[in-house]
T-cell receptor, first 111, second 113 residues
Framework: DTGVSQDPRHKITKRGQNVTFRCDPI?????LYWYRQTLGQGPEFLTY????????KSRLLSDRFSAERPKGSFSTLEIQRTEQGDSAMYLC?????????FGPGTRLTVL | AQKVTQAQTEISVVEKEDVTLDCVYE???????LFWYKQPPSGELVFLIR??????QNEISGRYSWNFQKSTSSFNFTITASQVVDSAVYFC??????????FGTGTRLTIIP
């Protein structure tokens, strides 16, 4: 499978714990995006990378959120001190042009 | 600022009926791209079509067709002879170049057998 992959697919955690998600983009894609989607809403932009450089962060990305793409390949999104409001689907996408291809998402539930 | 509005929250039609999903957008950019994505119950967003702002030709792909009208800032999506497999949430989205996508809130389409 040469699409975008995300790991884990589901994560249940207790409030206050830290979680980390991984995204592996399509191999030749230089841009990588993170989005968050809550129930009944469209995906909301969080941040994006071109190669290893983080070019934009949404104001939705509080200080508890950090994303990295150390070698311009896979990316990680970490949430520290999780809150119940962080419960959502976290989507990763990659692109070479304006067309973004999405992964299956990581569904986070914070208890 | 960019904005995408999908006024239809939910639509239900009987199989084989035609259905149109509406999308209205706002942007100050003169060059932009419009998209439709499908999100089936499995959750993964599937790319359907991209349209750039300079190309107002309508497009048809099998049972799917898209009507782009700059004058009304609309990019509507029609499914002809709907099938149960078309049941999903459909998102319209907008971007400038390779930048972030701005999504609408989606339209949940249910095809009744």
């Amino acid at each position: 499978d040469t699409g975008v992959s995300q790991d884990p697919r589901h994560k249940i955690t207790k409030r206050g714990q830290n979680v980390t998600f991984r995204c592996d983009p399509i191999s030749e894609h230089n841009r990588l995006y993170w989005y968050r989607q809550t129930l009944g809403q469209g995906p909301e932009f969080l941040t994006y990378f071109q190669n290893e450089a983080q070019l934009e962060k949404s104001r939705l990305l509080s200080d508890r959120f950090s994303a990295e793409r150390p070698k311009g390949s896979f990316s990680t999104l970490e949430i520290q001190r999780t809150e119940q409001g962080d419960s959502a689907m976290y989507l990763c996408a990659s692109s070479l042009t304006s067309v973004k291809f999405f992964g299956p998402g990581t569904r986070l539930t914070v208890l | 600022a960019q904005k995408v509005t999908q006024a239809q929250t939910e639509i239900s039609v009987v199989e084989k009926e035609d259905v149109t999903l509406d999308c209205v957008y706002e942007t100050r950019d003169t060059t932009y791209y419009l998209f439709w994505y499908k999100q089936p119950p499995s959750g993964e967003l599937v790319f359907l079509i991209r349209r750039n702002s300079f190309d107002e030709q309508n497009e048809i792909s099998g049972r799917y067709s898209w009507n782009f009208q700059k004058s009304t800032s609309s990019f509507n999506f029609t499914i002809t002879a709907s099938q149960v497999v078309d049941s999903a949430v459909y998102f319209c989205a907008l971007t400038f170049g390779n930048e972030k996508l701005t999504f609408g809130t989606g339209t949940r389409l249910t095809i009744i057998p």
